[in-house]
């Protein structure tokens, strides 16, 4: 009998933090199994045995990437007020952004393109924002169509943090600027009757 292998999983964290840094920074080309073992302090054979090569690593960064902003997004209450809940989902994305720069960067940042099959299925990890923008649909405040919106509300979260990674905003022009263009797209699809509401409310 073998000797058991008792850092398997320290192994596997090693590699896909290894995989998603350099997926994030490089070209995919540029990891190699020889490389993300190196770079894991690790052989490459325990690459194949953990996550079945490459494309099995791979794999586990987009999955993990999807699964991390999904559940961030998720964790976010659902009120009688959807443009609330778009206001703190809105913050969550960011502050995921932010902590996991990254796996954001494998998502959005145009180095490995984005695709959420596999084990994590279908859940697009910005499902929660679509959802709260459908009951905003429901309920009269918004109008137009749901992934226009969404895709318009995306770019601006998505402008926003990218700056805010680069290290072209200050924290408190990144929060002003952040709430400032937030609210200007989601105003730019109110109903006539929210946007006086809202209006009159600030």
């Known amino acids: 009998m073998g000797r058991p292998r008792t850092n398997d999983e320290a192994v596997a964290e090693r590699l896909v933090a290894c995989a998603t840094e350099m997926l994030a920074t490089g070209a995919r080309e540029s990891l190699t199994v020889r490389a993300v073992a190196a770079a894991a302090g690790t052989s490459t054979t325990a690459v194949y045995s953990l996550f079945g090569g490459k494309d099995g690593l791979i794999g586990e960064v987009r999955d993990r990437a999807v699964a991390g902003l999904h559940q961030d997004l998720s964790a976010v209450g ?92 200050e924290t408190s022009t990144a929060d002003a600027a952040f ?24």
Not at 80 to 106: C, F, I, N, S
Not at 185 to 194: D, I, K, S, Y
């Open 78 to 169: 659902v009120s009688a007020d959807p443009l609330a809940d778009l206001d703190a989902l809105a913050d969550a994305y960011r502050h995921w952004g932010l902590k996991h720069r990254h796996l954001y960067a494998v998502l959005f940042g145009g180095v490995q393109s984005f695709d959420p099959s596999g084990p994590v299925g279908a859940a697009d990890p910005v499902g929660p924002l679509l959802a709260a923008i459908e009951r905003a649909l429901a309920q009269s405040v918004l109008e137009g169509e749901a992934t226009p919106i969404a895709l318009s509300l995306w770019v601006t979260l998505h402008g926003v943090v990218t700056l805010e990674l680069a290290g072209a905003l």
């Open 179 to 202: 709430r400032a263009t937030t609210h200007a797209t989601l105003r730019g699809w109110m109903t006539p009757e929210a946007f006086r509401r809202h209006r009159t409310a600030s």
